[in-house]
């Protein structure tokens, strides 16, 4: 089987140096501990609503108001905390 051919590597082309200026990241520390409270506070808020919006929606005047969209308030507050869970350090 014929070998192939071997290229010579061009001595006049140097890699580019990179032009930017490298910047360093500022370091951010862990998170506050009651930013933590209130993620999971706001997430545990969320699901007593749709727990109790399940138990006794219908005895409660303004529960019994709102009807189906209190299932958009619950899951607002879990989707909320969680959205939160993205920041946490």
Do not use: C
């Not at 490298?22 to 545990?44: D, E, F, N, Q, T």
């Amino acid at each position: 089987m014929p070998k192939s051919k071997v290229r010579k590597k061009d001595s006049s082309s140097t890699p580019v140096a990179d032009r930017r200026t490298p910047v360093k990241a500022k370091s951010v520390g862990p998170s506050h501990p009651i930013y933590v409270v209130v993620m999971l506070g706001v997430m545990l808020i969320g699901l007593l609503w749709l727990v109790v919006n399940y138990l006794a929606g219908e005895q409660i005047p303004f529960m019994a108001e709102l009807g189906a969209w209190n299932f958009a308030v619950g899951f607002s507050f879990i989707i909320v905390g969680l959205l939160m869970t993205m920041r946490w350090r």
